[in-house]
């Protein structure tokens, strides 16, 4: 209380002092107007800070956590998205009907891609002896797209 009743005193002598020393017209009542101010913020301080405490912190993480259902719901319609427009690529450069199925999981607050399975579903115009070949091409070809090891992705058919 001590400190507040000097920081309201020591505004309204500062305003004082100031008002003594301004010159007269425009800029002067301009001045006048800005310690006024001045002096009403420093009397309602105690009040700013009374309505401030009652405010709930939000910078603390403390106190949110984090919605693990929805976290998985939207990573997990991400991986099918993502799966879908695997599936059309691949598709689409070799002209075979797949089937895409991505593995994922959730680290913390990402999500990585775990595996890949690519199920070749019909060779199309491949014969007997090329689709061997055409295996190791979309092996090769998936992990040029997802980045994963040659051991998280698996392509038979």
């Known amino acids: 209380m001590k400190a507040y009743i000097l920081s309201v005193c020591g505004a309204v002598l500062i305003s004082a002092l100031v008002t003594l020393l301004m010159p007269e017209g425009r800029s002067g009542k301009f001045i006048g107007g800005i310690l006024r101010l001045f002096c009403l913020l420093a009397i309602l ?4 800070s009374f309505v401030r405490s009652d405010l709930p912190d939000l910078s603390s993480s403390a106190q949110a956590s984090p919605d693990g259902a929805f976290i998985e719901y939207f990573y997990g319609r991400y991986a099918k998205e993502q ?3 695997l599936e059309k690529t691949l598709e689409a450069e070799f002209s075979l009907s797949l089937n895409v199925q991505i593995g994922w999981e959730i680290d913390g607050y990402s999500y990585h891609l775990s595996e890949v399975t690519v199920e070749v579903e019909n060779f199309g115009m491949y014969g ?3 689709h061997i070949l055409v295996i190791s091409e979309l092996e090769s070809r998936v992990r040029a797209l997802t980045n994963l090891s040659a051991e998280a992705i698996e392509v038979y058919g």
């Open 45 to 48: 301080a105690p009040l700013l």
């Open 83 to 85: 799966g879908e427009m």
């Open 128 to 130: 007997e002896g090329e």
